[in-house]
């Protein structure tokens, strides 16, 4: 496996267990992120405050289901499971391009989809 894709491994790997310091060594300082329809932020200062969402409680849980690598960006289709402070579980996908800079993430940009009735809708 490639440096790149092992970097998106231990990035996403930080998020499941909601570990700053490890998903921060992953990214370059002017990591840049949007979620396309959300935000976008620049820096790793406004990156580790969005890291946890007050929306919601708990570890998230996300899964790589594939990853595809051409030169510097690695795309990933990612599925997500999170538990808001309500109690009610949030299942999305998303697609995932992340633009690499000497094996770390200088670019972040999701298409995220929350998914209501099944795998796919």
Request: proline share 2%; aromatic share 8%.
């Given at each position: 496996?490639?440096?790149?894709?092992?970097?998106?491994e231990?990035?996403i790997?930080?998020?499941?267990?909601?570990d700053?310091?490890?998903?921060?060594?992953?990214?370059?300082?002017?990591?840049?992120?949007?979620?396309?329809?959300?935000f976008?932020?620049?820096?790793?200062?406004?990156y580790d405050?969005?890291i946890?969402n007050?929306?919601?409680?708990g570890?998230?849980?996300l899964?790589?289901?594939?990853?595809?690598?051409?030169?510097?960006?690695?795309?990933?289709e990612?599925?997500i499971?999170?538990?808001t402070?309500?109690?009610?579980?949030?299942?999305?996908?998303?697609?995932?391009v992340f633009?690499?800079?000497?094996a770390l993430i200088?670019?972040?940009?999701?298409y995220l989809?929350?998914?209501?009735e099944?795998?796919?809708?």
């Open positions: 496996m490639s440096a790149n894709k092992q970097t998106v231990r990035y790997d930080g998020f499941n267990k909601t700053h310091e490890q998903i921060l060594s992953c990214l370059t300082d002017d990591i840049e992120w949007t979620v396309f329809g959300w976008q932020l620049s820096g790793k200062e406004a405050k969005e946890e007050p929306g919601f409680t570890r998230p849980r899964t790589i289901h594939r990853m595809v690598e051409e030169d510097d960006v690695v795309m990933a990612v599925g499971e999170a538990t402070v309500d109690g009610e579980l949030v299942r999305m996908v998303a697609g995932e633009v690499m800079r000497d200088e670019e972040r940009r999701a989809i929350q998914l209501k099944n795998d796919y809708k």
